[in-house]
């Protein structure tokens, strides 16, 4: 058969584009995929496991204990609770995702000494690495991890088995990662569509039928998905991304899906050698003491509701090629092409000829169209080879006329930029139109 990475649709022979959710070279040949044959009970005929008794309950005859169970756990690592809304409930089952080294691991290592420390019971399915590589981390990382135990299975059966019996002394479950998992009932491989879903499935039904609480460990595709179906993120809780690039110290979670708490927070935390350090003030993500040149601009910017100080850097010369060239680092590169052309339309300076480059730097991916106005100013800082002053900083959207419009949250912006101690700030409320900035 014939299965959608994406939704899953099935299908009876291989076609490019998905009929269901439109995608394209998403289409992949499964052998006999046993999570397709369901009987009466929502069972395959191929699933043999250990069944979970659950009988159905009221509400209302919760013990207060029980109750109050659900909302005391919690990490202790600021960064982490404060985006997932400041605590993690019993059962709660959360996928945490992110490029292969960009410290998912680390992360996980760092919790789980957390909650060891709060004298929790963890169990860590190590499916990547072998126990003494662990202990290597754990070592560097000068944890400790005293009521941890590591589980270096990857047969979701025997997984289910263990868990089952000894669901009394298990808190927590780390999966570390979903694409070792396996079902030997499935002619599949490891990692494939059918594999994911099944081994997720069978996850989320132990945290649930247990009140364990489950972190899922998930690598993301060159694209930037999690690799597997998209049913995936509908089988979990909550949903974290794990953002940044490897050769920079910065990195950012943030929460895409959360049934429990908010989805608009982030956390910030600073990759060091002895593992990820908060950022708990935004003075740390850039240099105040840096030298001004041209092209370089500071913004503010909003991760989460948080207001975050970047630099927008630019660089336009001349091109030598019929084509010259856009690109980008941490920003939209069709945006780009937009405010290019206000920048030729409204202030009259010619970008035709010139090969136009822009980073935020850091490493940090910036999608806030409060943007627009330190692009277009370090874009035109640039071409004139003006200095634009560090202690100024910009943030706007603006429209295609021409004109700077208010972001959300802009007191809020404006009253971090003067404790930042910036004391120019260029915003809608004291711009009205991006001609201004020509000079």
């Known amino acids: 058969m014939y299965i959608c990475s994406n939704c899953q649709k099935t299908y009876n022979k291989w076609q490019g584009q998905c009929e269901n959710c439109g995608l394209w070279n998403t289409i992949v040949e499964v052998e006999n995929p046993g999570i397709q044959i369901r009987g009466a009970k929502g069972r395959t005929k191929k699933e043999s496991h250990s069944q979970i008794s659950i009988k159905p309950i009221k509400l209302t005859e919760l013990k ?37 080294g960009i410290g998912k691991s680390t992360l996980c290592s760092q919790i789980t000494e957390s909650f060891s420390k709060q004298k929790k019971n963890v169990l860590y399915i190590a499916g990547e690495e072998s126990p003494s590589q662990i202990q290597e981390r754990i070592k560097r ?49 490891a990692g494939s569509v059918s594999q994911i879903s099944e081994s997720t499935n069978r996850l989320v039904n132990l945290a649930k039928g247990f009140g364990i609480t489950t972190f899922i460990i998930g690598h993301v595709t060159k694209t930037g998905d999690i690799a597997g179906p998209k049913i995936l993120e509908h089988m979990v809780d909550t949903v974290l991304y794990f953002e940044g690039e490897k050769r920079f110290e910065f990195r950012i979670l943030r929460v895409e899906k959360n049934r429990f708490g908010p989805t608009d927070e982030v956390g910030i935390f600073k990759m060091e050698n002895n593992g990820l350090a908060e950022v708990r003030d935004t003075k740390e993500l850039f240099d105040p ?39 980008t680092s941490g920003f939209d590169l069709s945006r780009l092409y937009i405010l290019l052309a206000i920048i030729e339309k409204r202030l009259k300076i010619n970008t035709g000829e010139l090969d136009i480059y822009v980073n935020i730097t850091g490493g940090i991916k910036v999608s806030d169209p409060a ?52 004391n120019q700030i260029v915003c809608s409320k004291n711009l009205k139109s991006v001609v201004q900035i020509k000079s």
């Open 64 to 100: 207060d204990k029980q109750t109050q169970k659900n909302f005391q756990l919690i990490t202790n690592i600021h960064e982490f609770d404060n985006a997932l809304g400041g605590r993690l409930i019993s059962g709660q089952v959360i996928l945490l995702s992110g490029s292969p």
């Open 141 to 189: 990382l000068k944890l400790k991890h005293e009521n941890v135990y590591y589980y270096p299975e990857t047969n979701i059966l025997e997984i289910e088995r263990y868990v089952a019996s000894n669901a009394d002394k298990i808190d927590v479950i780390f999966a570390d990662s979903i694409q070792t998992l396996y079902d030997p009932s499935l002619n599949s491989s």
């Open 289 to 327: 003491n840096k030298e001004e040149s041209s092209g370089s601009v500071y913004a503010m910017v909003l991760e989460g509701t948080r207001p975050v100080v970047v630099e927008v850097q630019a660089l336009a010369t001349r091109s030598y090629f019929p084509n010259p060239r856009r690109t």
């Open 371 to 422: 943007l627009d106005l330190a692009v277009i100013k370090a874009v035109v800082s640039s071409i004139k080879d003006q200095v634009v002053p560090k202690t100024s900083i910009y943030f706007g959207e603006v429209g295609l006329t021409g004109e700077v419009r208010k972001v959300l949250f802009e007191d809020k912006r404006i009253k971090e930029a003067k404790r930042l101690g910036f």
